[in-house]
């Protein structure tokens, strides 16, 4: 993946990177999140950690590490979301857990990006009560990396669970979002938006779709290419950079592929494994075979960035491995060298003062921001 912030010229963050870590939010505990963290600090010698949980348990784990030490300060946090709590519960009783401690800790300047395995909802609510959303954006995004055939190796999609509703002016605002995070991110001069639907002419999809397909539209020129509606086999295309959907939709299409994915390796190890000529034929493709696997590890792109805050948030997969969070780390490090909240709202901010902001071009279209 291009490092977040090549291809632009915003300066980026000096000095190391402070990544704020709910250690206990995962289904396995905080042990393959500190596996995570010792992964990503052989990767990044410069970036330091603040790790919020048990303060017993996480100065063990740690200390069987020697790459962390020194580059961990602990945060004690007796409580933990657990994945089934309600976001508006953990609103209102949170504040004495590990989750509520990373978050607080990019509110209060100590760390540049928060990284979490837990509850998705309450992540976010969290995350706006804490952060706040910024300037002009009505609902926060999460957008994830999606392997395609671009040049960059990656796609940007979004919403993937954030919310499952959307209308027309959430939409354009996910273009909005979604196209900076791809020029911040990617390194892409003039990304390439499309509109998820579940055909590519005028007449098929909701009538928010293609009130949306107008205002993304008019809000592209000069910012970003518009190209109309694209189909669910178009997301890991070359025709596309950016696919904008709402959370619902995106959510379901993110862990469909996840198990394709995950499907296609046991179909090749059983083919493989089916004969004693089939076994030497995968020793013959061996380096092919491993590249090929690497490709579509769901881990290798673990991490959804939640857009549209004042400060930025990495959702991690609850289940993730140590290989799965390290990812997660690695994303959170660059983002937090790309100062991309400061540059998202700079991006917004630019396009409101050009007459391209939602509430315009929702006023124009007969809708409320």
């Known amino acids: 993946m291009s490092r977040l912030g090549e291809g632009t010229t915003t300066p980026a963050q000096n000095g190391p990177v402070v990544v704020s870590v709910d250690a206990m939010g995962g289904d396995s505990g905080p042990a393959p999140v500190i596996g995570g963290l010792a992964l990503a600090a052989k990767e990044y010698p410069d970036l330091r950690f603040v790790v919020s949980g048990d303060e017993a348990e996480l100065g063990r784990l740690i200390a069987k590490r020697p ?111 979604g196209a900076s995070y791809a020029r911040i991110g990617l390194g892409l001069e003039k990304p390439r938006v499309g509109l998820l639907n579940v055909g590519t002419e005028e007449h098929k999809g909701r009538a928010e779709l293609k009130l949306a397909h107008d205002m993304i539209a008019e809000a592209s020129k000069g910012n970003f290419d518009f190209t109309g509606y694209v189909e669910g086999r178009d997301i890991p295309s070359s025709d596309v950079d950016v696919i904008v959907t709402d959370g619902f939709t995106g959510n379901i299409a993110l862990k469909t592929g996840e198990g394709i994915a995950g499907l296609i390796r046991e179909f090749l190890s059983d083919a493989f494994n089916y004969s004693i000529l089939s076994r030497f034929a995968a020793l013959l493709a061996l380096t092919s075979l491993r590249r090929l696997s690497k490709r579509i590890d769901p881990r290798r792109v673990n991490g959804g960035v939640f857009l549209g805050l004042n400060g930025t948030v990495v959702k991690s997969h609850g289940a993730a491995d140590a290989t799965g969070v390290a990812a997660a780390l690695k994303l959170a490090s660059q983002l937090g060298q790309a100062n991309l909240p400061e540059r998202l709202a700079a991006r917004l901010a630019s396009l409101d003062g050009a007459g391209h902001s939602g509430t315009k071009i929702g006023q124009r279209y007969g809708t409320q921001a």
């Open 67 to 177: 790459i962390l030490k020194d580059r961990c300060t602990i945060r004690h946090a007796e409580g933990v979301v657990t994945m089934d709590a309600k976001p508006s519960q953990v609103m209102r009783h949170g504040k004495g857990t590990s989750m509520w401690a990373a978050i607080e800790a990019v509110r209060d300047g100590e760390a540049s990006v928060c990284v979490s395995c837990g509850n998705t909802g309450a992540l976010m609510a969290l995350s706006m009560v804490r952060l706040r959303k910024l300037k002009g954006v009505n609902r926060p995004a999460i957008a994830c990396l999606w392997p395609s055939r671009n040049p960059q190796g990656f796609n940007v999609m979004l919403d993937v669970g954030a919310d499952i509703r959307a209308d027309s002016e959430d939409l354009l605002q996910y273009a909005l979002m």
